[in-house]
């Protein structure tokens, strides 16, 4: 080998590596090769490192390589992105050499390439990456769930991929805990083409320096800084003067007083410094340079009115703009009122037309529409009336959107990208255009609308015992709100009296309501009654405040109306034998219970689930890590009896949702239950949708669909539509009874469901308005798009809830300990809907550590313990607007300790006998003092008496919550190795 201090060519050092077992360390390496200094060491790693490059070795860990398996061989696939693993076979002795050899090789390399690019290699699969703002990522494996399946992805494996890209990974075999490491081979599908950040102009010029060496990216040129630090460090502009005509984004509504203060940009780049820019990436970043792109959109001052919902909206790449052609749809169909649909289907009168159409004239019922005060788009009406024999008619009328958004139009594929409707605090972005969201499919008062309907006869006990799916016309009566119904079921006399019509009619509503209801609960349907977030805004449209939501029967009965109409709509379409969409909600992993269990016992509860079936699996690796470590005590002198540690692995748990229902009724009221229901909740899966039926856990509902909601959900529209496909080919309109609904209907599914061919009516045969693998797959997109406006919709609120926090900063709340973690504990505020975090190193008068076992943060010395459901007195320290949370710190720590029922406080709560127990010093007039100085200089409100943030902090401390201005490593080794010159 040219250049070697030894002689060992890549061929030489394949065949010993074949020899030793096809596997080799560095160490090992070094020693057999009998290599000396330390540039024959380097030289050798770059050999090594050449070899991987090019697919004649395999890297399996940090310091170990290993020759490709003989399938790889014969594959020919090779590590690295579409490479060829030729390596080993090119350089075995015996192999074919000359240019035959050389082609058949060749030819070996292609053959790889196709087959990796096709995902054809056992090791390859794909799946989302999600980066850590540090470098490394994660990448879990599509149809995977919980983080034992996720992949680690170090940070010179991405391969340029980016936060959130669907991409192909290789992975490498699993650790002696489970775990695996891989890279990225290839990147499928980006999800960040567009990126939004703070826009910075250029600096200093000239300089050569690359970027991740530590050079100011200000070197490069103009830049600019992600909101989402996971996405990218920086985004270069190469061009400054490449930036957008338009001063700001047209695509907004500002009202005159917010106008009046927007920045006026002038079209330079020295003024937009400082402005939130929305960014086209033109390259995307690699291991030694950073990302590239272009500015397509200004939206403002990142602190002026309305740019936070630009930014979530843009950062989340939440479609906002319709396209021309999808606007121009939408105004064609919404020119088509009533009349002139039912003209052109029927003949003669409004009447006439109705009966020709196959639907049902509902319009001298006085049907009516219960929505929020600020809603505009009425999807759903209803009815209750009393009949004779003593049992309930319900009607439930939803707006018949697939009439006017046909199946591969340009308005129906805009609508399936949306998903749904996102609503924020002080706007929403519509899945349909307004013209019809708001106009024709809106069920407005008094006018006629074209609706599919849900009648259904209810029995006193809640049970359907019959219904019928039809196409209908309904006339609304009166446009109700929440409010009015329930102050008017509340008594109010001066409603009552100006709804004198309808009063009857609602009690009846909220009589069958409950009765519903009763359902549900014997059945055992869970129903977590956990407040929502509600963002309050004066006349002027500036933030108020941040409230509980109120969920009053009036809102309640809405929701039992729709649940009951979309079970019944689910069990008709499911009789039917024809793929369709449906909600389901999987019951929750065993781990999850068992976790739930550990935590539920530190209050003094349990599910009832019974023994847990937890083994303990020793692998072959634990086993032989115990013999080493025995050998090594044995050779040291000390006694070697270590056991091999193993893992906990769950067997299957029984669980029901009653079980859960039970639990919630006995901590109903309860100062724990807060904590609980939320513990309880996260021990549940995610519903999703699905075009296989799973039945609904939380309902305990065995069929269940989204029906309701058309206007504002895409799979309620694909519902729609398989409704009036199976009406119009002669289905039965009539749905069986309640109690042997859903078994005739898994019967008949059984016997007749096709995914995707056809299937027979009437002795005629039809085609299945949708094949079950495109249900399956819009179900994976509105699942994926549901989570995006629920992320978007999230994070918004809690850049609300620190716009309204950051005047409050310094000043004392109550408030109650939610989770803890290695790296402090979360609170939740007693008074405000208000969520933030106290970092463990903030914690005064002992020295704190987190104890995952016991999921609790323990002093040393007073033996002082902070656990879930503790309620303690915070301060809000300061607004940490990079991570956007709230920052508090602990008073004092007289902390109310959790207390199990009927058992004393724990004893690790108080400070040990002769063991003052730390109280801090502090004024209130002082604090808010300082948090009024903090406002202005953005420093840290610690109250006085206290140590500052800015001392040195411990070693526990994750980066992502360490104070920005912390010394670095390389700073503290300098100061350190100072000291010890002095010293001598």
Known sequence: MSGHPYPQTDRELLRRMERGGGRATYKQLVRELGIGGGRERRLLLEQLAKMTARGALVKVDREQWAVPRADDREQGGGSRPGGGNFGAAAFAPGRSGGRRGFAAEMAARVRGRQRASAGHRDDLMAGRLSLHRDGFGFVRPNGAEGQDSDIFIPPHDLNSAMQGDQVLVDAGPPTREGRRAGRVVRVLTRRNPTVVGIFHASGARGRSSDFFEGSDPRSRGAYVVPFDTRVARVVLIPDEHDLPAAAITPHRTLGEEAMKQEHRWDGTAENLTGLAVDVEITQFPTEHSPARGRVIEVLGDPNGFGVDVEIVIRKHHLPHVFPAEVLAEAQEAAQWNVAALLEEQGSGSTEQGTEAAGRRDFRDEPIVTIDGETAKDFDDAVLVRALDDGTFELQVHIADVAEYVADGTALDLEARLRGNSVYFPDRAIPMLPQELSNGECSLRPDEDRLVLSCVAQ???????????????????????????????????????????????????????????????????????????????????????????????????????????????????????????????????????????????????????????????????????????RNERDRDRGRSAHREARGHQVVGAIDVSPKLYQRLTEKIAGKPEERILSYLMLRSLKQAKYSADNEGHFALAAPSYTHFTSPIRRYPDLVVHRVVKTLLREGASPIGEAEETASQSARNLVARERSHGRSYTRNNQEYAPPYAHDEIAAIAQECSETERRAADAERELIELKKLQFMADRVGEEFDAIVLSVTKYGFFVELNDLFVEGLVPIYTLQGDHFTYRETQREIKGGATGFVYRPGMRVRVLLDRIDRENRRLQFAVVDDEAEPSVKPDQPANRSSEAPAGTK??????????????????????????????????????????????????????????????KKRKKR
């Open 458 to 628: 209810i029995d006193s006990q809640g049970n359907v015992l019959g219904y019928e799916v039809c196409e209908g016309m309904i006339r609304s009566a009166r446009r109700m709100t929440y409010t009015k119904v329930q102050k008017i079921l509340d008594g109010d006399a001066e409603l009552r009296e100006e709804y004198a019509p309808f009063v009857a009619d609602f009690e009846l509503m909220l009589d069958l309501a409950k009765r519903l209801n009763g359902k549900r609960v014997r059945r055992g349907s869970i129903d977590f009654d956990l407040p929502e977030p509600v963002i309050e805004f004066d006349e002027r449209g500036a933030m108020r405040g941040v409230v509980r939501s109120e969920r009053a029967w009036a809102n309640r009965l809405i929701e039992e109306f729709m649940l009951c109409a979309n079970e019944c709509v689910a069990r008709w379409v499911e009789a039917q034998g024809v793929p369709g969409m449906y909600r389901i909600h999987e019951q929750p992993d065993a781990k999850k219970i068992v976790e739930f269990e550990d935590q539920a016992a530190e209050f003094g509860y349990t599910l009832g689930v019974g023994p847990l079936p937890v083994q303990v699996v020793k692998t072959k690796g634990d086993k032989r890590e115990a013999h080493r």
């Open 917 to 978: 127990k730390f109280v801090s010093k502090k004024g209130k007039a002082s604090a808010k003092q300082v948090g009024a100085a903090a406002r202005d200089t953005g420093a840290s409100a610690r109250r006085p008496g206290g140590k500052s943030s800015k001392s040195a902090l411990p070693s526990w401390v994750p980066e992502e919550i360490a104070h920005p201005r912390k010394k670095s490593n390389k700073q503290r080794s300098a100061e350190a190795k100072q």
